[in-house]
């Protein structure tokens, strides 16, 4: 078949006869919604303004830093002629009115000037294992939702996928890991979303998409091209669609000027039928009601190829890639859920959290739930909301003093092996069940709304196709008829009022779990959760080297460290579960670690502290420091050691704090700093009653840990300083913990 111009174009003829072939309503867009969408994915509004809030444009890519990510030949290649180079791409060609001898000219010196700065990049072949991993990942987590699957050889096997073709010939290995690792800064339109991947995973897929890489055949680079590349670029007004610093943007008349395609420079091939559509969408007065924002959303990003809605999209002839870790769980553990009346059923706060924050339970699926951003898809929370209804039911919230003991009671016996039993299949706050592996039942009342709650525990199949939960509520009337009477109202009222209680309420009858002891044998092992030694927002790094220490995310600080065994998690408190040292432990640190000082200035803390008390606390007191906690991951070395790293922002540095276990008693610590400006201020690495002072650089803490500093070190009454000042860019500060035990 024919590709047509626009990639997302082409994605939705295809969808619409897989569609069809798959028992499925046919995919139907108005002429003005198909129009609005090609008016979005052409980006047209970066030329024409417009106050259409049904367009939703597709940003060109970001060209900063372009020369570490593709190769120039392919540069030079695609700038002759895109639709050669990649069918259906968006790209118009912009250089149609050259000849052929000018135009490779052209493109020479437009690609020398956008990948001014270059060097020579020789592909490194990868392990056999990388590649494998990247295989099995791009082939699990969604990514052939949308682009093909790939044979033994490594080519495309779908016709009804948007092409990627051989990547090895775009891309350099490290550059399509990070752009797959953090692909919004480069396509900030959300059309390739973030599959929220490790680095680790980035990299293993981009080794599989790039294994046949050879090197650039372009040629050194010609400084005398470059200048002659930026008056190009100028030109041909490049700056209307891409972001490249040095550049602005061009405008032209606005869209509600144009009655039709009349652009003078770039050429566009479109269809008889592309510019039927782009006319009408162009000429029509008509405002698109919610129903079609939503239709004219899903299909523009594509998810229509994992959920349903109303009868249109799914998996189809691609359901063999989605897969399970519980294969009993059947459709339902392999398939995203319907979004069929998803306004209907999901809390707004949690929708968000959802789409925008990475928020997953399904920890049984292997298909990931892609981050497209908020300013992309933001509008859909409101238009799901406020379109999509079920019935009322009889869930009224349990205000009354003298109902909430029997009703928390009721409740409690009715999710477990006294009632219907939930907890069989079903994980309660972090505990696994006793059967089944399915998702997480204590944040029920976070997640859904009580109506649809009420219906779906009557007739969970009619809200849920292909899900494998009995009802016990058959036709309405309870099975268990020695609770609350039999009322099925009052059950279910019974169960909301238990699950809006959440974390702090006991476990359900049948699932009483001692405290369990976590271990780092074989692997870095983290665990974040409420610990004494920690706070409330505590993680536990564990290392197969029995080297453990433990991080305080709310003051972004290592707190303690211990050797042996990892860490004990109590379950009884907030999920996921309370965790302490399994070993006795030295605490290192307390309160944040940098702050500018003056003269002899106290290091700040929280609230002043009389004996145990600590008087007055700022709530905002990290806030306003300049602190802001960002994530944690893993990863593996050059020497394919695992290593730990948190991240988290001071001021406007971005630190990622790294941790490797050097040997059997020795960590090594590096904080690589990222700094947007100049900044001086103190680092606070120690806060122990007990610092033997070995040298400026070596010092003993409690008598079994000896702390070593590349710099200087200050010890002043029970702190011990290193004094930084950090240059605007990239660098790098480093410390030992050395057990002498």
Known sequence: MK?????????????????????????????ESAGNILLGEMNCISCHESDKENILTKEAPVLDNLNTRLKLDYISAYLKNPQKVKPGT????????????????????????????????????????????????????????CHSPRDKEGKETSKSSVPLG???????????????????????????????????????????????????????????????????????????????????????????????????????????????????????????????????TLSTF????????????????????????????????????????????????????????????????????????????????DLFDSVDSVPKSGITPVVKKEERKPYREAGWKLVGTEGNNCIACHNYNSHPSLGLK????????????????????????????????????????STQKDILKGDTTEQLRAMWYYFTIGQTQRLPKGL??????????????????????AGFRGIAIGFPEGLNMAFDAEFMNYTSFWKGKFVQVNWRGQAPG??????????????????????????????????KERLNPDPLFVKRHGYQFKGYYTDLNDAGKQYAVLMYKYKNIAIEDKLVAL??????????????????????????????????????INETLEIKTETNATHSKNKLIIPLKIQQGKQSVNIEYRSLK
């Not at 626009?6 to 499925?24: E, K």
């Not at 396509?187 to 981009?206: C, H, Q, T, V």
């Open 3 to 31: 590709y047509a111009l626009i990639t997302l174009f082409f994605v939705l003829s295809t969808q619409a006869q897989h569609y069809s072939s798959t028992n499925n309503e046919k995919l139907k867009l108005s002429p």
């Open 90 to 145: 968006s790209m118009p060609d912009v250089l149609h009115s050259l000849s052929d001898k000018e135009k490779a000219l052209a493109a020479k010196a437009l690609t020398n000037y956008l990948t001014k700065g270059w060097k020579l990049q020789t592909p490194q072949a990868s392990p056999k294992d990388t590649i494998k991993r990247g295989k099995e990942l791009f082939h699990s987590i969604g990514c052939v939702a």
């Open 166 to 296: 051989d990547l090895s010939k775009k891309y350099h290995r490290t550059g399509l890991a990070d752009f797959l690792f953090q692909p919004h800064k480069v396509r900030p339109s959300g059309r390739m979303p973030d599959m929220k991947l490790s680095k680790k995973e980035a990299n293993e897929i981009s080794a599989y998409l790039t294994q046949n890489s050879q090197a650039d055949t372009f040629g050194m680079h010609e400084p005398n091209l470059v200048q002659k590349g930026k008056e190009l670029f100028d030109q041909f007004k490049c700056s209307s669609c891409h972001k490249l610093e040095g550049h602005k943007p061009a405008k032209s008349k606005s869209l509600a000027e144009l009655t039709g395609i009349d652009c003078k420079g770039p050429q566009y091939s479109l269809s008889d039928k592309q510019k039927t559509n782009i006319k009408a969408a162009l000429t029509s007065k008509k405002k698109a009601t919610m129903v079609e924002l939503i239709h004219q």
């Open 302 to 381: 594509n998810c229509y190829s994992c959920h349903e809605r109303d009868n249109i999209g799914g998996p189809g002839d691609k359901s063999d890639f989605f897969k399970s870790t519980e294969g009993e769980l059947a459709a339902a553990g392999r398939f995203p859920p319907t979004l069929t009346k998803i306004g209907a059923k999901l809390q707004r706060s949690w929708m968000h959290k959802v789409l925008f924050q990475g928020e997953s339970l399904r920890h049984y699926m292997l298909t990931r739930m892609p981050q497209f951003g908020e300013k992309n898809i933001g509008h859909l929370v």
């Open 438 to 477: 399915a998702l997480d039942i204590v944040s029920t009342a976070k997640r859904l709304k009580p109506d649809w709650f009420y219906h779906y525990m009557i007739n969970p199949t009619a809200y849920r196709p292909g899900i494998v939960m009995p009802s016990f509520w058959p036709g309405g009337n």
């Open 512 to 533: 009483n779990v001692p405290p369990v002891e976590l271990k780092a044998d074989t692997k870095v092992n983290i665990y974040r959760g409420r610990s004494t030694v």
């Open 578 to 611: 309370n965790f302490s040292p399994a070993e006795r432990h030295i605490t290192i640190n307390l309160g944040i670690p940098f702050a500018t000082l003056k003269n002899n200035e106290e290091w700040p803390t929280r609230g002043k502290i009389e004996g």
């Open 663 to 700: 040997d059997k008693n020795t960590l090594k610590r590096t904080l690589e700093l990222d700094s947007a400006s100049e900044h001086t201020f103190s680092f606070k690495i120690v806060e122990s009653n007990s610092i033997k002072k070995v040298s400026d650089r070596k010092f003993i």
